[in-house]
């Protein structure tokens, strides 16, 4: 329905210059630390495209239906603000807070909310409408903007129980995010990116999930019941107390079972075993990847610089293993046992190693030789899940630990020195007689107190 023309004549917003909107703004600043002389900002159907809000305390500001287009909001605080219907399109949002927002009928389209929290925020659908003289009633809508977050960028922001029902997230890349216990029912995330994601609790009733990626994505408790999954890439997701009665996955893709028939895998080890040994003259390297290969019993194998990403090696038992430089990105390894195994220069970027077993494991460097270009081979855990493994005596010097998990792990006597740590999470970790020496800590949660660790 088009808005009449006296109504389209009165929806006009208030263009505001930066001078104006910084008094607004310090005035709202007292306001929101309830000091004297503070006044909240009431900047609805105002707009603001283009101006920089970078830095400031806006908790409760009033934004609804304003235009806020190409503005810089980063590392802006924006808890409990009103943002219906507000047109947020190309907006940079990076490390924004948005908790308890409403952003009902906001357009994202083109945002970036790069490391964002929108903790139980509201981005439902939702509609802003205005009457003219006459009493005919329209939506108010700026340039064409839909509400939703078409080709949006969300890349690991906190969207714990946010609420998108209905709501547009086509093309969106949320690759790392926190999604527990959000409601996606209804939603079209077709094409979207969600790789690394924790989808605990998450519901994605009757959503449009075609196309979307979930590589090392986490299932835990999350509804999928009557969602489209045509086309979805499944491959490395892990899933754990999951339910598939009302989910038909016909149509993702999904691991697949390695064909004995065609090469038992004993052979394809061995084979691999002889590549080792001879430097590639003889044998075969082993490819194993985005396959499931689940609870095998492979223990002491050799399988260094082997192809084992995107697999399902739930409850394997790779006890004593040489995996020297060997791809297990995007692995599921959940409750596996790896004591004692030798993962140096092993890459295990956004693995999920929760419960697993690697006491005494080996993952620093491994030095490389000349004729093959020389220098050290970092092992790269970057976002591997470790919360509740044991690691007890394992070996992690210089390996690359950035954004790693080991929530409730058991990290007594490991030797961290020479490790990133950068935003590695360690609570309710036990750290007692671990070596942090010369670490990079930046952005470092949960660590206890410093007399609890060498």
């Not at 939703?148 to 960028?153: F, P, Q, Y």
């Not at 190693?353 to 270009?373: D, P, Q, T």
Request: hydrophobic share 40%; with cysteine; aromatic share 6%.
């Amino acid at each position: 329905m088009r808005p009449p023309d006296d109504l389209k004549q009165k929806i006009q917003w208030i263009k505001m210059s930066q001078k104006d909107l910084d008094a607004v703004l310090d005035l709202h600043e007292k306001f929101a630390k309830n000091k004297g002389g503070g006044e909240r900002a009431k900047l609805s159907m105002c707009d603001l495209s283009y101006l920089d809000f970078s830095g400031r305390n806006l908790s409760r500001a009033d934004f609804t239906g304003s235009l806020l287009c190409n503005a810089d909001l980063t590392d802006v605080i924006m808890q409990d603000a009103n943002l219906f219907g507000a047109d947020l399109r190309f907006a940079l949002l990076q490390k924004v807070k948005l908790d308890r927002s409403d952003l009902r009928g906001a357009c994202l389209a083109g945002a970036n909310l790069t490391g964002a929290s929108a903790v139980d925020a509201d981005l439902r659908d939702g509609r802003l409408m205005r009457t003219s003289d006459k009493g005919d009633i329209a939506a108010v809508v700026h340039d064409e903007a839909s509400a939703g977050m078409e080709k949006t960028v969300l890349r690991n922001a906190d969207l714990t129980r946010v609420k998108v029902s209905d709501a547009m997230i086509v093309q969106t890349d949320l690759t790392g995010c926190i999604l527990r216990e959000a409601k996606f029912v209804r939603a079209n995330l077709s094409l979207s990116n969600l790789t690394g994601c924790d989808l605990e609790g998450a519901d994605f009733t009757d959503a449009v999930l075609s196309g979307a990626i979930f590589h090392g994505a986490m299932f835990n408790r999350t509804v999928l019941d009557h969602s489209d999954l045509s086309g979805a890439d499944l491959i490395g997701a892990m899933f754990d107390n999951m339910s598939f009665e009302k989910v038909d996955l016909s149509g993702a893709k999904l691991p697949a079972k390695l064909d004995e028939g065609k090469i038992p895998l004993r052979e394809i080890l061995l084979r691999h075993g002889e590549w080792v040994n001879t430097n590639g003259k003889k044998g075969e390297r082993a490819v194993l990847a985005k396959l499931d290969l689940s609870g095998r019993d492979m223990n002491g194998v050799n399988l260094s610089a082997g192809d084992l990403s995107y697999s399902n090696l739930k409850g394997v038992n790779l006890r004593r293993a040489d995996l020297l430089m060997t791809d297990l990105s995007f692995t599921d390894l959940c409750g596996a046992v790896l004591a004692h195994a030798d993962l140096r220069g092993a890459k295990f970027k956004r693995a999920n190693l929760n419960k697993a077993n690697l006491v005494g494991a080996v993952f620093s460097e491994v030095n490389v030789a000349s004729r093959a270009g020389g220098g050290e081979w970092r092992s790269n855990l970057e976002f591997a899940k470790f919360r509740g493994a044991r690691l007890n005596g394992a070996v992690m010097k210089n390996c690359d630990l950035e954004g790693v998990d080991f929530t409730k792990a058991d990290l007594r006597d490991v030797d961290f020195s020479g490790s990133l740590l950068i935003d590695t999470v360690f609570t309710d970790a036990d750290l007692r007689g671990a070596n942090l020496f010369n670490t990079d800590m930046r952005g470092v949660k949960g660590l206890p107190d410093d007399d609890l660790v060498d």
